[in-house]
């Protein structure tokens, strides 16, 4: 592959502005200044630095975030900051979409990619792919409540009723809720569907891969090989 299309393929710019950054000497590869737009590199193990930042390529770009509130899932927000606002331009440039949305109150894990296939793979209902939920309610989580929410609750727009894999209370007006989709507003409504309310939301973890402790609030970090393959893999609460 083509010094300059290997940029161009991550997000770099048009074909024309990839050439002028070789040109200049503004790209390394693999630690060394190369500034012939036509080199031809091997993306195996390429590492391209451009601004003093280095950047492993990638055939397509798997990223997790860890979404603050107050940010909307949308390239054309309405009432608040976009989601895609907080990745570099790279990651913007090469098509990023969420892979499935968070309400802008809502925190945790959001995942983002350009692989349509693995987006449709992890939001299909079909595939039931475990998302976790700690949710605060506005009132005491009963016994009532939880299984209420594990044997199925009815939603207005719903033919049947829709039950948590698994719930779980934490405290007084804390619990976790593991859902196998991920419909509009799917943990407000159920909870509502019991009588209480939710006051914070945060995702935890899809499959078994948990958000990061150490990622704070609008951070993001590129997802491994492993990572992807615990993303389809059932959450350990949902297993009992």
């Known amino acids: 592959m083509k010094l300059y299309r290997a940029l161009q393929s991550q997000g770099f710019g048009s ?12 790209v390394g590869v693999n630690g060394a200044v190369c500034d012939d737009p036509e080199t031809e590199v091997d993306p195996a193990g390429l590492e391209l630095t451009l601004d003093g930042v280095t950047w492993m390529f990638r055939e397509q770009a798997y990223v997790l975030m860890h979404k603050p509130a107050g940010y909307e899932c949308s390239h054309h927000p309405s009432h608040h900051p976009s989601v895609f606002s907080l990745l570099p331009a790279p990651l913007l440039q090469r098509g990023v979409q969420c892979v499935g949305r968070l309400d802008q109150d809502t925190t945790g894990l959001l995942l983002f990619s350009d692989d349509g296939q693995f987006i449709h793979r992890m939001i299909s209902p079909r ?3 475990a998302k976790v939920y700690r949710a605060t309610c506005a009132e005491s989580v009963t016994d009532a409540m939880l299984d209420a929410l594990r044997q199925g609750v009815a939603l207005n727009d719903e033919p049947v009723p829709i039950a948590a894999l698994a719930c779980d209370r934490l405290d007084a007006c804390t ?6 989709e991920g419909k509009y507003h799917q943990v407000k409504r159920m909870i509502a569907a019991t009588g209480n309310r939710v006051e914070t939301l945060h995702r935890e973890a899809i499959g078994s891969h948990a ?6 609030p609008g951070g993001w970090r590129w997802l491994a090989p492993a990572d992807l393959q615990q993303l389809e893999q059932p959450w350990p609460s949902a297993r009992s």
């Open 175 to 180: 619990l976790r809720l593991t859902l196998a």
């Open 211 to 216: 958000l990061p402790a150490d990622l704070p």
């Open 15 to 26: 074909r024309k502005s990839c050439v002028a950054q070789v040109r200049a000497g503004a």
């Open 127 to 129: 595939k039931g792919i």
